[in-house]
Structure formats: structure tokens, C-alpha cells
């Protein structure tokens, strides 16, 4: 395993050394099961990017999707031992699947939309349109400090949490009081706790009920109560706060672009399909098919005796 590392690193820089890809002798490997730097790199490119920026990372994300796909490949071979391929039924489905590949890769490929952005007259048109569509929800930006309270704590250790938030409140709350410094020391919320408590920007609408309805009370700069919600106790200050607003034309105009471009693949996937429909439209044999469906019907049950 003392290459993975390493191949994370250049994977992470896209670079494939000639030296490692050259590498023979596996370094992953589940019995008789084995995987090469170029396996891994070619198996890492095929995963969605955010999956793949994960693992390139992260070495605990790396090594189970190794694991992962070393399991995958071990079941394989244990079926083309049985031949199991070979079954009529799998080898129908493995022709449906192939057959499926073809026809999305064939649309894909026939419903490219142009290289060229849309025309920005068609941008500032669907912008105008829809405005209602852009409004950003309203912002807050807070600090917090936040003891955990684990389901199935002990009711003494519940109340210690909520004696040790009242008690911060009062802290946070007494003349010259350093909100920063109090998260820093006792908050355990770990993403927050180095920056002071400071959580950023978030938008209204995706904070939990509880928090949500605290926070529209407060004024900028003021301390909440100490909140309860499922994972323990928070205590609150607003940094800041920004209002409802229509987002501008150039905020969301990667946003329109997007969105035309896949109207415009839509578009072009339909049109050619009613071309194909439309040179030489589907004939179905409507008796033969309900032979058909007559002999996929489950047999009715038999009379009973008497």
C-alpha cells in the first residue's frame, strides 16, 4: 500500500508518471485480486468529481473505495467461474444494459448544444421574465458556542450541559464580554470553534425551526437564550444580518446559461428523436401483442373440489 499516497498526490496534480503506470506488481490486493497505479488512476477517473476530489484528499476515502472496488472485482470472478454470464436471463440484461449505454452516449452526442454561450439578448430575456425566481433569501451571519447533549445521556449530564450554557450566557453576556474567546475555549462544535464561533453567511431558510426563530429576534452584536434542539445546547450572537434582495442579472447569469444550454440539449434530443418517429413511425401488431401478455398472466386458481 506505500504507493497509494503518492498516486493520491499526482492524481490530485493530474499527472500519471511513466515509472508508476510502467509498475507491474499490484498494490492493492484481495486474494487473486489485484490492482495496479494505472488500475487505480483509470478507476478513480471514472467516478463522479466530487467523489473523486474526496478521495484524492482524503486517504480514508481512498482506501475503501480500493476496498470497494477490489470486493467488486473479486465477486466478478467468482461469477465467470460459474459462467454466470451465460445464463439466458443475465445475458439479456447485460445486452439491455450495453444497449441503453449506446442510446444515452448516441442522444448525448447528437443533442451537443453549440460551443458558443447564448446569446446574451436570450439571458437578459429569461433574467427579465423570471426575476420573482431570483430573490436570495435573507442572511445572517453568526457566532456560536455549542455544548452536545448525546441521546441517551444520563439526566446528570444533561443538566450539567444546560447549567454550563446558562452559565456562558451570563458570561457572554456581562459588560466587555469576549464572545470570541468564550467559543474558542468551551464551544464544541469543532468547525466553529478556532474561528471564534463564527459559523459565516448562512441563509434563514436553512437553519433548523428552533434557531431560525431565535435569530429573528435578535438585534446585531446581542446574545440569544440558550436554544435546545436535538443535538444539544447553542448560544447565539449575530454578527450580522442581509435582507431579502433580487439577486443581480450578472449573479445569476452562469446560472441562466446553464439552464439555457440544457433546454437547448433538450431541444435538440427531441427534435431528433421525432425525426426518427416521424421517417418511419413504430407499427405494433396489437393481437400479438396481447398473445403475448396472455401468456405472462398468472395462471388463474384452480377450482377447489368438493
Known sequence: MRHLPVLATLLALGVAPAAMAQQPEPVARMG???LSPSEIETFLRGLSPEIRAQAVTSREALDG??????TRRAVVAEA??????????VAAMIDQARQQV???????????????????????????DNTARF??????RLAQIFLPVPQGASAEAAAAAEDQIGD?????????ADFAALARQFSQHRDSADSGGDMGWVSEDQLVPEIRQAVA??????????IRSQAGWHLLRLIDRKESRVQDFDEVRPLLVEALRRQQTADLRRRYVEG???AAPPAINEIAVAEVLSRLAPAAPAAPTQ
Not at 465467470?80 to 436471463?89: G, L, S, T
Not at 449506446?102 to 427579465?128: C, F, H, N
Open 65 to 70: 473505495l480500493i476496498r470497494a472496488e477490489l
Open 32 to 34: 487473486a485480486i489485484g
Open 80 to 89: 465467470a467461474k460459474a459462467n454466470w454470464a451465460d445464463r439466458p436471463e
Open 217 to 226: 429576534g435578535l438585534d446585531k452584536g446581542a446574545v440569544s437564550a440558550p
Open 102 to 128: 449506446i442510446v444515452e452516449t448516441w442522444l448525448a452526442a447528437r443533442s451537443e448544444p453549440p460551443a458558443a454561450e447564448p446569446p446574451e439578448t436570450d439571458l437578459r430575456r429569461i433574467y427579465d
Open 135 to 140: 430573490v436570495a433569501s435573507a442572511q445572517v
Open 276 to 278: 426518427l418517429v416521424g
Open 168 to 176: 456562558l450566557r451570563r458570561k457572554a453576556r456581562a459588560r466587555g
